[in-house]
């Protein structure tokens, strides 16, 4: 796994919680295990702690993304670094399944939120310093405000999906032809 990969730790957290829809699927010990899940992480023992402790650091990542994405590169580095410092990562080199060696993230020794933050962080770090802090975006599809890092070779990412890309040029079409249609 590329250390960039752990990115999707993050995008994933921050993507639990639907804030224009009004859904949260981060309120269980359930839901932190599904999260482990979609990300590949092999699960691990998932405390009733964890719930309130993984949703706060949803809300300090979702401001790093709201931050780079409306100009405040500085505040949304600031957020991470707090991050970063509260929640140290434990790099790992390994080379399972005949791949070359590689870095693994890990947080072997903390409980679940803390392994998962702390990955998370380093992964989206990362993806900051690489490709610069406005690659990190909110979908521009209302109500839809689900974050992305937007890797595209031209920097145009403005949706965090095809659906929302797709439902966002329909609502386009169908502005401009009513527009017409009120001129006519
Ligand atoms: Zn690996
Ligand atoms: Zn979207």
């Known amino acids: 796994m590329e250390l960039a990969a752990y990115a999707d730790y993050a995008v994933r957290l921050v993507n639990t919680e639907a804030p224009g829809r009004g859904t949260d699927d981060l309120r ?9 899940d979609a990300v590949g992480r092999p699960p691990s023992r998932v405390a009733e702690s964890d719930v309130p402790r993984l949703r706060a650091v949803r809300t300090r990542l979702r401001a790093v993304f709201t ?13 991470l670094n707090g991050l970063l410092a509260e929640y140290p990562v434990h790099p790992r080199i390994t ?18 939120a803390e392994s998962y933050a702390a990955v ?6 990362v993806q900051l310093t690489s490709l ?21 070779a031209n920097r145009s990412r403005r949706y965090c999906s095809d659906r929302c890309s797709t439902r966002a040029n329909v609502a386009q079409y169908r502005a401009r032809r009513k527009a017409r249609a009120t001129t006519d």
């Open 132 to 152: 610069g802090a406005d690659r990190l975006g909110v979908c521009d599809a209302a109500p839809c405000r689900n974050v992305f890092v937007d890797a595209s």
């Open 120 to 125: 998370a962080g380093m992964g989206l770090a």
């Open 95 to 112: 080379g399972h399944d005949g791949r070359p060696w590689h870095i693994h993230l890990a947080g072997d020794q903390a409980g679940a």
């Open 28 to 36: 269980t010990t359930g839901d932190i295990a599904r999260l482990l």
């Open 67 to 79: 931050d780079a994405a409306e100009g405040r590169p500085a505040d949304a580095v600031a957020t």
